[in-house]
T-cell receptor
Framework: AQSVTQPDIHITVSEGASLELRCNYS??????LFWYVQSPGQGLQLLLK??????LVQGIKGFEAEFKRSQSSFNLRKPSVHWSDAAEYFC????????????FGGGTRLMVKP | DAGVTQSPTHLIKTRGQQVTLRCSPK?????VSWYQQALGQGPQFIFQ???????QRGNFPDRFSGHQFPNYSSELNVNALLLGDSALYLC?????????????FGNGTRLTVT
């Protein structure tokens, strides 16, 4: 069975600092990979996705993620964090041959210091 | 353009009772998926409906059932509620069931079982 691990439960960064959120997956083949963001009391919003091709993908709100097959990782990055980025971030995978049923990681809560 | 709408936003039930949650998909979408998000965890896939049939199901007991109507809206029913059913229930819609069809999430229904 596939699984997703987000090793960092909480991360605190200063506003303007760079950010990297880690995501590792376990799956027999390369799955489809996603990052979602959830603000308090809200649903999930898709930040970016990777299906194939260029391993560096750009998303909304200035986020990017890099797929590394050798490390089974799909880490999310942002060069300069804004206070409005404080939220919970979820990495998710979908089997590449079985539809858009997602398996989510446990999430990383990002706090931003002024 | 209305996004995914869920009702009610909050609900309190007693153990053993039954509950029905409702979801209207984003305009133009024909597929509805349901996820359960326990406090402090990532969402877990319950099931997906397409063409009024359950297409995929996660690891949830038969107490969890659903329905999709001809207008693509959907209901999630949970019978014989347990304390452990307390969670945020998220509805997501998409155009089709393929992995290339991104999910759009509603803000969820917060269910508390006492």
């Amino acid at each position: 069975a596939q699984s997703v691990t987000q090793p960092d439960i909480h991360i605190t960064v200063s506003e303007g600092a760079s950010l990297e959120l880690r995501c590792n997956y376990s799956y027999g083949a390369t799955p489809y990979l996603f990052w979602y963001v959830q603000s308090p009391g809200q649903g999930l919003q898709l930040l970016l996705k990777y299906f194939s091709g260029d391993t560096l993908v750009q998303g909304i709100k200035g986020f990017e993620a890099e797929f590394k097959r050798s490390q089974s990782s799909f880490n999310l990055r942002k060069p300069s964090v804004h206070w409005s980025d404080a939220a919970e971030y979820f990495c998710a995978v979908a089997p590449n041959n079985a539809g858009n049923m997602l398996t989510f990681g446990g999430g990383t809560r990002l706090m931003v210091k002024p | 353009d209305a996004g995914v709408t869920q009702s009610p936003t909050h609900l309190i039930k007693t153990r053993g009772q039954q509950v029905t949650l409702r979801c209207s998909p984003k305009s133009g979408h024909d597929t509805v998926s349901w996820y359960q998000q326990a406090l402090g965890q990532g969402p877990q896939f319950i099931f997906q409906y397409y063409e009024e049939e359950e297409r995929q199901r996660g690891n949830f007991p038969d107490r969890f059932s659903g329905h999709q109507f001809p207008n693509y809206s959907s209901e999630l029913n949970v019978n014989a509620l347990l304390l452990g059913d307390s969670a945020l229930y998220l509805c997501a819609s998409s155009l089709g069931t393929g992995a290339g069809s991104p999910l759009h999430f509603g803000n969820g229904t917060r269910l508390t079982v006492t």
